[in-house]
């Protein structure tokens, strides 16, 4: 007869199982610190040499605590870019900061390569955070780069202006963003919105999705809705 009970597990087989069971614990909780620590070290680089000399948070702490005081400042950049961005939103909002603001371009405007570059970069600021219309808020399954292999997309808009008249059948066509792992780089394709297989899949979930190259799928829905539950 064989023996029923179960072999005993080695102190370092224990060992490894605690140690790999920490690490799925604190490596997403550390790795979040440190991009969001890094984010904002990145945006106080930018910010704080800009800021003049009498007022930077260094120069302040030292005439409020003494020459020697010295505090972590780390943030202050960060504050100050949300600040500083909230003011412009709301003088240009005006009529003043709107004449100020034409007659800005209206300068820019004039200078070739300058120009390129804030058009380009105001159109896809305007795409993604002024415009009333959506995007990127679908996801779909499309054949690609060819028939019988499918990739994950989101959906952007309609095609457009001269594109959408030259396309065949561009009316009934979609813009399709397909990413590479790890999304880095990318194809946005033009296909046939009946070819198109629409996913409850949310731009988030195939984002996780793509960049891990497929192995994070995101947890059905009937189970997320019985968690939510409890």
Same mark, same amino acid.
């Given at each position: 007869?064989?023996?029923?009970?179960?072999?005993?597990?080695?102190?370092?087989?224990?060992?490894?199982?605690?140690?790999?069971?920490?690490?799925?614990?604190?490596?997403?909780?550390?790795?979040?610190?440190?991009?969001?620590?890094?984010?904002?070290?990145?945006?106080?680089?930018?910010?704080?040499?800009?800021?003049?000399?009498?007022?930077?948070?260094?120069?302040?702490?030292?005439?409020?605590?003494?020459?020697? %005081?010295?505090? $972590?400042?780390?943030?202050?950049? @960060?504050? =100050? !870019?949300?600040?500083? +961005?909230? *003011?412009?939103?709301?003088?240009?909002?005006?009529?003043?900061?709107?004449?100020?603001?034409?007659?800005?371009?209206?300068?820019?405007?004039?200078?070739?390569?300058?120009?390129?570059?804030?058009?380009?970069?105001?159109?896809?600021?305007?795409?993604?955070?002024?415009?009333?219309?959506?995007?990127f808020?679908?996801?779909?399954?499309?054949?690609?780069p060819?028939?019988?292999?499918?990739?994950?997309?989101?959906?952007?808009?309609?095609?457009?202006?001269?594109?959408? %008249?030259?396309? $065949?059948?561009?009316?009934?066509? @979609?813009? =399709? !963003?397909?990413?590479? +792992?790890? *999304?880095?780089?990318?194809?946005?394709?033009?296909?046939?919105?009946?070819?198109?297989?629409?996913?409850?899949?949310?731009?988030?979930?195939?984002v996780?999705?793509?960049?891990?190259?497929?192995?994070?799928?995101?947890?059905?829905?009937?189970?997320?809705?019985?968690?939510?539950?409890?």
């Open positions: 007869m064989t023996d029923p009970t179960p072999p005993r597990r080695s102190l370092l087989g224990a060992l490894r199982s605690s140690f790999l069971t920490g690490l799925v614990v604190v490596l997403p909780v550390g790795l979040t610190i440190y991009v969001v620590w890094a984010l904002i070290g990145w945006i106080d680089g930018w910010i704080l040499p800009l800021i003049p000399g009498p007022w930077k948070p260094e120069a302040i702490i030292r005439r409020l605590f003494g020459p020697d %005081a010295s505090f $972590p400042v780390r943030g202050v950049g @960060v504050l =100050v !870019f949300l600040v500083f +961005t909230a *003011l412009i939103g709301w003088l240009t909002r005006g009529l003043i900061g709107r004449s100020i603001m034409r007659q800005a371009e209206g300068l820019v405007d004039r200078v070739p390569l300058v120009r390129s570059v804030y058009s380009g970069v105001k159109q896809i600021t305007e795409t993604f955070f002024t415009k009333s219309e959506k995007s808020d679908r996801t779909c399954l499309i054949e690609f060819r028939p019988g292999y499918w990739a994950v997309g989101m959906v952007a808009t309609k095609p457009k202006g001269e594109i959408a %008249a030259k396309l $065949p059948q561009g009316e009934g066509r @979609v813009a =399709v !963003f397909v990413g590479l +792992t790890p *999304l880095t780089s990318g194809f946005l394709v033009f296909v046939l919105e009946d070819e198109v297989i629409m996913l409850d899949l949310k731009p988030d979930e195939a996780k999705l793509i960049v891990s190259a497929g192995l994070v799928y995101p947890a059905p829905r009937e189970q997320m809705q019985a968690i939510g539950a409890k």
